[in-house]
């Protein structure tokens, strides 16, 4: 009889154990990789592998933000932006000191760089600050992607006369592989933003 009762008390105890739920936290799917985040707005993108090598790093400070994405995405710009402005202007410096046909362009495309340098400044601080200055937030959007545009051009012009131009290969060759992934870069911010903030 006693045997009996054992038997049946380990069974209740079973039975009640299997029916208790699993309190294990689970995160919510949205921030089980912000990495795929990352991945999915590059791929919105014209040039997705580039967008997503220099922003996955980041995933963990932009999580799910869109305003996070392209305010990451302006400071890697900016950054590209800076590089190139220093590599046209070590090129000039070279040119200059052998008098160079090519001096009054790498002039001019120095000086499309360091508008580029200023326009996406005033982008990335207008985005720091969406909502002050007296105006609305999709103001001060517009006018961030207006800034953009503008390094856009500004780098399309450098490599335009550059071709056009008389410039030795090499020369061209090294001003038109920084600026070319500078516009890239431009681009995919761009992008960024038309498709993820909708301006």
């Given at each position: 009889?006693?045997?009996?009762?054992?038997?049946?008390?380990?069974?209740?105890?079973?039975?009640?154990?299997?029916?208790?739920?699993?309190?294990?936290?689970?995160?919510?799917?949205?921030?089980?990789?912000?990495?795929?985040?990352?991945?999915?707005?590059?791929?919105?993108?014209?040039?997705?592998?580039?967008?997503?090598?220099s922003l996955s790093?980041?995933?963990?400070?932009?999580?799910?933000?869109?305003?996070?994405?392209?305010?990451?995405?302006?400071?890697?710009?900016?950054?590209?932006?800076?590089?190139?402005?220093?590599?046209?202007?070590s090129l000039l410096?070279?040119?200059?000191?052998?008098?160079?046909?090519e001096v009054p362009?790498?002039?001019?495309?120095?000086?499309?760089?360091?508008?580029?340098?200023?326009?996406?400044?005033?982008?990335?601080?207008?985005?720091?600050?969406?909502?002050?200055?007296?105006?609305?937030?999709?103001?001060?959007?517009?006018?961030?992607?207006?800034?953009?545009?503008?390094?856009?051009?500004?780098?399309?012009?450098?490599?335009?006369?550059?071709?056009?131009?008389?410039?030795?290969?090499?020369?061209?060759?090294?001003?038109?592989?920084?600026?070319?992934?500078?516009?890239?870069?431009?681009?995919?911010?761009?992008?960024?933003?038309?498709?993820?903030?909708?301006?």
């Amino acid at each position: 009889m006693l045997r009996l009762v054992i038997l049946s008390l380990t069974l209740i105890a079973l039975i009640n154990s299997s029916n208790i739920p699993c309190t294990t936290a689970t995160p919510p799917a949205k921030y089980q990789n912000y990495k795929t985040y990352v991945k999915t707005a590059c791929n919105s993108t014209t040039y997705p592998t580039m967008c997503y090598s220099s922003l996955s790093s980041y995933s963990s400070t932009i999580k799910s933000d869109p305003i996070k994405l392209c305010i990451t995405s302006l400071n890697i710009n900016l950054k590209s932006a800076k590089k190139a402005s220093s590599v046209v202007s070590s090129l000039l410096k070279k040119a200059k000191s052998t008098s160079s046909p090519e001096v009054p362009i790498l002039k001019d495309c120095l000086e499309e760089m360091k508008d580029t340098v200023d326009e996406l400044k005033q982008a990335t601080a207008e985005m720091k600050n969406l909502s002050g200055g007296g105006i609305s937030k999709e103001e001060h959007l517009r006018n961030v992607k207006t800034w953009v545009s503008s390094a856009l051009t500004d780098e399309s012009t450098c490599t335009d006369e550059l071709e056009e131009g008389e410039v030795n290969a090499d020369t061209k060759k090294k001003v038109k592989k920084t600026v070319s992934e500078l516009s890239w870069t431009t681009s995919n911010t761009l992008a960024l933003m038309t498709n993820y903030l909708g301006y």
